[in-house]
């Protein structure tokens, strides 16, 4: 029973941990940083005929932890942060230069618009 003790003592003090206010992450209120949302409209390909004509802005990296069984994660992930990436410079269109998938998901390309 006095083993339990601690254990109980947790689980009645969660309730009031869950209600605290949670740290403030994140830049401050007065930075310049830059908060990016993609909402899908960058298209993303592997073909370099879809850019010609348009104008290269930049490459671009995305990069997640995520591979081997839990690739599909990794591709979601890295899509996701080369959209961001692509966003950041105005693009409209990425093409997918390089894949590499050993130790994580990493997706270089170009940003076009």
Do not use: C, H, W
Not at 63 to 69: E, M, T
């Amino acid at each position: 029973m006095k083993a339990l003790l601690p254990t109980i003592a947790v689980l009645l003090a969660l309730p009031m941990l869950s209600s605290a206010t949670p740290p403030t992450l994140g830049p401050a209120a007065n930075s310049t940083a830059v908060v990016v949302s993609v909402q899908g409209d960058i298209m993303i390909t592997r073909d370099p005929n879809e850019v010609k004509g348009l104008k290269k802005l930049g490459e671009i990296e995305g990069r997640s932890p995520f591979f081997g069984l839990s690739g599909k994660l990794g591709d979601k992930g890295a899509t996701k942060k080369l959209k961001e990436a692509a966003a950041a410079l105005g693009a409209t269109k990425v093409l997918i230069v390089s894949e590499d998938r050993m130790g994580a998901t990493t997706l270089r390309g170009i940003a076009y618009k």
